[in-house]
């Protein structure tokens, strides 16, 4: 069975600095996908970023990056230049084939001014 | 292209009765997935359809159901509400049913039940 951990309940960070977020996550199969969701305020659940295992090459989306140690099972998210819009619950998720998504327990965000 | 929508937004009901909700997929896609969300228990897999047919099913009781139409809509119907059914109940939508494709979520249906 899929596991996905976020050990960090809360972070916070200043406005414009550089935050990292951590998941570790367990899985029998070679074939999987990675990603982070955020949810804001409103509770939209909205993509940040998505890692397929196959790859070596950590994905990058404008200001967030993953750091995907896949020997480690680890899947950290970097946050460059945190804005105060980038306040939110941030959820670790794994799917491995056609199977569900299997989440993390979620880490809230909070940027200081 | 519209995002995925559920309606109602926000729900209030009582012990005992039942509740249908609804999820509108991004046009073209065909696998719809709902997900309930509570503070104690964080995110858990209802269940999910593809083509009008589940494909898949989470630890849920049989209280808790589902189907999608032919036009990819789908509809999940909880019976017997117990007070522990209270919680954000989200929707996500893909493309295909394979592991390339990254689900998408609605703004979630709020149930309260007293």
């Known amino acids: 069975a899929q596991t996905v951990t976020q050990s960090q309940p809360e972070m916070s960070v200043q406005e414009a600095e550089t935050v990292t977020l951590s998941c570790t996550y367990d899985t029998s199969e070679s074939d999987y996908y990675l990603f982070w969701y955020k949810q804001p305020p409103s509770r939209q659940m909205i993509l940040v970023i998505r890692q397929e295992a196959y790859k070596q090459q950590n994905a990058t989306e404008n200001r967030f990056s993953v750091n995907f140690q896949k020997a480690a099972k680890s899947f950290s998210l970097k946050i460059s230049d945190s804005q105060l819009g980038d306040a939110a619950m941030y959820f670790c998720?794994?799917?491995?084939?056609?199977?569900?998504?299997?989440f993390g327990q979620g880490t809230r965000l909070t940027i200081n001014p | 292209k519209a995002g995925v929508t559920q309606t109602p937004r926000y729900l209030i009901k009582t012990r005992g009765q039942q509740v249908t909700l609804s999820c509108s997929p991004i046009s073209g896609h065909r696998s719809v997935s709902w997900y309930q969300q509570t503070p104690g228990q964080g995110l858990q897999f209802l269940f999910e359809y593809f083509s009008e047919t589940q494909r898949n099913k989470g630890n849920f009781p049989g209280r808790f159901s589902g189907r999608q139409f032919s036009n990819s809509r789908s509809e999940m119907n909880v019976s017997t509400l117990e007070l522990g059914d209270s919680a954000l109940y989200l929707c996500?939508?893909?493309?295909?049913?394979?592991?390339?494709?990254?689900?998408?979520f609605g703004p979630g249906t709020r149930l309260t039940v007293l």
């Open positions: 996500a939508s893909s493309l295909e049913r394979d592991s390339t494709d990254t689900q998408y």
């Open positions: 998720a794994s799917r491995q084939g056609a199977q569900k998504l299997v």
